[in-house]
Each structure stands twice: as C-alpha cells, then as structure tokens.
C-alpha cells in the first residue's frame, strides 16, 4: 500500500508567477485535502476534493485552485504568488464513506516546500 | 483569540520523564479530536484520534479530552530521544475541516 506522495518537494518562484503542485493519494482514498503551513504555525485548511468535485474551502483567495482527477490525484494551483505564499504546502487524503465528515483519519504527505523571492 | 491554543515550546525533557502537551479551545462544537506528530521536513503522523469526551490509551501514549474546560492532554511514557518532533493537536466539528494548534516542539534529552 503506497502513502501519499507530493511533488515537487522543493521549489523557488518569484513574485506573480504561477505555481502548480502535485499529491498522489494513497491506494483506496477519494478524499484529498490540501494545506499550507507557514513556518512555526500549524496547517491551514485551503479546500477539500471528494470525488473530483470541491467540497469545502476554507479563507484563501481564488487565486489558489484545485483539481481532482478520477484517480484520485490532485493539483494544487497558485496564481499571481506572493511573498507571503512561501510555505510548506501539505496535501492529506482520506476515504470518506459518503458522510463529508471530520470524523475521516487524514494521511499526510511530506509536503512541497514553495519559497518565493 | 486563536480558535485553537498551543503553547510553542520548546519543551525539553530527560529521557525517560513523562511529558505533558496541552491544547485549549473555545469551540464547543467540536467533536473529533487528535494529536499529530510532525518530525522535520516531514508531512504530519497521526498519532492519536479521539471522539468527544474521555481518555483513550495506545502505548506510550495516553490522549485526554475535557469537553467541559475546552482543554485536551497528550501524555507519553517513558520517553524516548526518538519522541523529538513537534507535536500539533487538531480538532473538528461534524465539518470537513481540521483547525490546527501552532503545534509544541518537543526535544527529549537523552
């Protein structure tokens, strides 16, 4: 049983490029998440997939999109970077039974480091 | 206020010590609580998962909830260099979302 592998895990943009992340979920999950962790804080929730179709968002601009393929992959999608987007971006999957609940363990992966100069 | 407080640390320990890691809240809506384990450069590792109020046990480690101060308590047991990472709690209603604490480093000296 394979984890949850994100790519790349390191990578330097400069201010308003575009940056695109990627997260293989672990075999058997439909349900990924996406955070950012700022260095010293904890994750910030940015959305959910379940099943290709966003199910939830939490308080980032739309400048940051996502996508679910029917694999379950995702991308992560950052327009118009900005200092502040400098981060550890984590994705995390988890098999969610139809319920969209918090009560799905999530499994994390090791997360792509973004710097932006 | 944070919805979700941590204290940062570090909290450095001797081999062997019991350690205590705290996170209080201040909302009564959430049900599911649990401790990741993060070492550095690495993704979060859950750890322990706790539903409402009360202690569940898995080794070393024993995870508290008290619904009733907001307030939820990692313990681990004899610890080990090995248990150096820092530790985040994260919490969640019936939603979809986890909030995080800003996550305790620990460091156990041996």
């Known amino acids: 049983e394979t984890g949850v592998t994100q790519s790349p895990t390191h990578l330097i943009k400069t201010r308003g490029q575009q940056v695109t992340l990627r997260c293989s979920s672990q075999s058997g999950h439909n349900t990924v998440s996406w955070y950012q962790q700022a260095l010293g804080q904890g994750p910030q929730f940015i959305f959910q997939y379940y099943r290709e179709e966003e199910n939830g968002r939490g308080n980032f601009p739309p400048r940051f999109s996502g996508l679910q393929f029917p694999n379950y992959s995702s991308e992560l999608n950052v327009n118009a970077l900005e200092l502040d987007d400098s981060a550890l971006y984590l994705c995390?999957?988890?098999?969610?039974?139809?319920?969209?609940?918090?009560?799905?363990?999530?499994?994390f992966g090791a997360g792509s480091r973004l710097t932006v100069l | 206020q944070k919805e979700v407080e941590q204290d940062p640390g570090p909290l450095s320990v001797p081999e062997g010590a019991i350690v205590s890691l705290n996170c209080t809240y201040s909302?009564?809506?959430?049900?599911?609580f649990m401790w990741y384990r993060q070492y550095s450069r690495k993704g979060p590792e859950l750890l322990m998962y706790?539903?409402s109020s009360g202690n569940k046990e898995d080794g070393r480690f024993t995870a508290q909830v008290d619904k009733s101060s907001k307030y939820i308590s990692l313990f681990i047991r004899d610890s080990q260099p090995s248990d150096s990472a820092t530790y985040l709690c994260?919490?969640?209603?019936?939603?979809?979302?986890?909030?995080w604490g800003a996550g305790t480093k620990l460091i156990i000296k041996p």
């Open positions: 706790t539903y």
């Open positions: 994260a919490m969640s209603d019936s939603n979809y979302q986890l909030i």
């Open positions: 909302n009564s809506a959430f049900q599911y």
């Open positions: 995390a999957s988890s098999f969610d039974p139809g319920t969209r609940s918090g009560a799905n363990v999530l499994t």
